[in-house]
Every structure is written in structure tokens, then in C-alpha cells.
Nanobody, 120 residues
Framework: QVQLVESGGGLVQPGGSLRLSCAASGSIFSVNAMAWYRQTPGKERELVATISSGGSTNYVDSVKGRFTISRDNAKDTVYLQMSSLKPEDTAVYYC??????????????WGKGTLVTVSS
């Protein structure tokens, strides 16, 4: 039994910053890759950033240089530091993780999302 819970969303002005957090909890043996996705009404969910269990990261081109994904393995938590925010970044942001449970069953988990609104 595993769950992911996001936090940190809210309203910010263009050029501002926000830090999103996502904590995995439950019967966890290990957390492998973690990622952040985002979705706007009328658009497909897009992959924003990924981070491997070893800390290797990847970003969609539109956020490179502005967003930073990181993780705290001791807390089973992934973060997304967002800077120089643009109105185009407005979306519901979803946390994703591949988790191996204590019964050794591995599967993909999703958080319920946190809304980020960039507007003046």
C-alpha cells in the first residue's frame, strides 16, 4: 500500500518561484525513478522532469535552466524547484514514481496533483 502526496502549489506572479514537494509513504521497499508531469485543460499530460534513483536528471526543453528536480531518499520525497515562472507554466502538476513495495511488487504510482497558477 503506497501513496504519493504533492504539496506546494499556488498562485505566483510571472518571474516568481515555487517549490513543489511529493512524499511517498506506505509499505515501501524502495523508490526508483521519480518524475513530475503537468497538464492543462485541452492539452495532453506532459513530462516535465525526471530523476533516477542515483540522481540523474532530465528536463523538457521548455523548463531547462528554470526548473530543478531533486530528491531526498531518506524521506522518499521528490522536489521541483521552479524559477522564472511564466504564464505558460500554469498547470496541474502531478508526481509520479515507480515504487517497489515491501512485498516486492513494483508499480507506477501517481499523486492527485497540485495546481500552479502563474498570473499577474
Amino acid at each position: 500500500q503506497v501513496q504519493l502526496v504533492e504539496s506546494g502549489g499556488g498562485l505566483v506572479q510571472p518571474g516568481g518561484s515555487l517549490r513543489l514537494s511529493c512524499a511517498a509513504s506506505g509499505s515501501i521497499f524502495s523508490v526508483n525513478a521519480m518524475a513530475w508531469y503537468r497538464q492543462t485543460p485541452g492539452k495532453e499530460r506532459e513530462l516535465v522532469a525526471t530523476i533516477s534513483s542515483g540522481g540523474s536528471t532530465n528536463y523538457v526543453d521548455s523548463v531547462k535552466g528554470r526548473f530543478t528536480i531533486s530528491r531526498d531518499n531518506a524521506k522518499d520525497t521528490v522536489y521541483l524547484q521552479m524559477s522564472s515562472l511564466k504564464p505558460e507554466d500554469t498547470a496541474v502538476y502531478y508526481c509520479n514514481a515507480y515504487v517497489i513495495a515491501r512485498d516486492y511488487h513494483g508499480m507506477d504510482y501517481w499523486g492527485k496533483g497540485t495546481l500552479v497558477t502563474v498570473s499577474s
